[in-house]
Each structure stands twice: as C-alpha cells, then as structure tokens.
Nanobody
Framework: QIQLAESGGASVQSGGTLKLSCLASGDTISAYTMGWFRQAPGKEREGIAGLDIDGTASYAEFVKGRFTISRDIAKNTLYLLMSSLQPEDTAMYYC???????????????????????WGQGTQVTVSS
C-alpha cells in the first residue's frame, strides 16, 4: 500500500507562488492515478488536479492556468506548483492516490475524493491579502 506525505505548505502574500510536494513510499506513484485536493474550514474537500499513469493531467476550472501538477518518478514525488495565489486558495492541501485500473483523470473529473483511497496528512496553505 502506498503511503503519502505532503510538504511545502506556508503562509504567502496574495499573488505569490508556492510548490507543494507529496513524497510516496511503499509503492511507486507511476502505478497510480494521483490527485491534489484541498479543504477549507467549513467546506467540503474538493479536487484540484489529477495525473494519470501516462502523464495526462486534468485541472478543476478554478485553478486552470494557475496551478500545475507534475511528478518525478525517480524521486517518487508528486508536485503542485501554485501561482497567482489568492486568499480563497487558503486551505489544507492533500495528495491522494487511486488504483489506475479503476480511476483515470477522465473518469474522475474533476478529481472526486470518493474515488481516491490513499491519502496524506495534508499541508496548510494560507494566503493573505
């Protein structure tokens, strides 16, 4: 079973850039459909971006053009590069993995939390105006 650990969360000013990392262990991320999610206080967890095993990426409309999902298979790490951050991006950010034979970025668009079975503990992102 894959274990995930996010890092890179911080407090930044509006308009800033931040890169989150998700280090995997126990299995290789190249065998999973990977996703980034976030949850703000009082709100439901929402999908931000997904990445198929073949490298195909998908993005929720509200982050298109601002966020980029990527991976380094050699480092077994998933990334989320976030630019033009706004206060409404403030949330706990999570990475998650789903069995690639059951979930793809097309079948789960935008990524749905219910489709992903393995989760990290989250990393906090706070954007101030």
């Amino acid at each position: 079973q894959i274990q995930l650990a996010e890092s890179g969360g911080a407090s930044v000013q509006s308009g800033g850039t931040l890169k989150l990392s998700c280090l995997a262990s126990g299995d290789t991320i190249s065998a999973y459909t990977m996703g980034w999610f976030r949850q703000a206080p009082g709100k439901e967890r929402e999908g931000i971006a997904g990445l198929d095993i073949d490298g195909t990426a998908s993005y929720a409309e509200f982050v298109k053009g601002r966020f980029t999902i990527s991976r380094d298979i050699a480092k077994n790490t998933l990334y989320l590069l976030m630019s033009s951050l706004q206060p409404e991006d403030t949330a706990m950010y999570y990475c998650a993995a789903a069995p690639a034979d059951r979930v793809t970025v097309l079948s789960s668009y935008p990524p749905a939390p219910k489709d992903f079975s393995d989760w990290g503990q989250g990393t906090q992102v706070t954007v101030s105006s």
